[in-house]
């Protein structure tokens, strides 16, 4: 017991979580904790917050018992990294993936077809458009997902208007059903 005692003596606080689905936790000393999963994101926000609000799902509760000084106490983690202690590290390095649809994986085909036939000039931006098509084409044939990045990436260099493939009715096209998989 005395041995207990002088082990806890300065170790901090503990985590406390009230619903946890995913994700890396760790206590003490020289607590690290990390996550490395692949999220695949199936449905969109709107969908998910209708099958939650049909379960009858809310946001957790923090657990009533409050962790001790240096302590974490989480509601509901879902994913991520959660470290408490003396040489407490957590790394998230997970990755979302959405699965490609056949509209996108059409519409990025037909603007890779076109962008040999745009005039180029240094600093268009033509270049960094088609290495984002390039390797989201690859990866879609590959596993029919997407990382969310990615997407993110590319939409943004086709609706911001810094690129001379934006103007094109297939990078609108790119853009658009992006974006309906990122809602």
Request: no cysteine; hydrophobic share 40%.
């Amino acid at each position: 017991m005395t041995e207990q005692k002088k082990d806890d003596k300065g170790a901090g606080g503990g985590i406390a979580i009230g619903r946890m689905t995913g994700g890396a936790v760790a206590a003490g000393e020289r607590a690290q904790a990390e996550n490395r999963a692949e999220r695949a994101q199936a449905e969109n926000r709107a969908e998910r917050a209708r099958r939650d609000d049909r379960a009858g799902a809310g946001l957790a509760r923090v657990p009533a018992e409050t962790p001790r000084d240096g302590g974490i106490a989480v509601g509901e983690l879902s994913g991520g990294a959660v470290a408490a202690g003396r040489e407490a590290r957590a790394v998230d390095s997970s990755r979302d993936v959405l699965a490609v649809t056949p509209e996108l994986l059409e519409a990025v085909t037909a603007l890779r077809g076109q962008l040999p036939l745009l005039v180029r000039s240094e600093g268009d931006g033509v270049d960094a458009v088609g290495d984002e098509l390039a390797g989201l084409e690859a990866e879609a044939r590959r596993t029919g997902r997407t990382q969310r990045g990615r997407l993110v990436r590319l939409r943004a260099l086709l609706s911001s208007g810094a690129t001379a493939v934006g103007g094109l009715a297939s990078a609108a096209a790119v853009a658009e059903a992006a974006g309906r998989l990122l809602a």
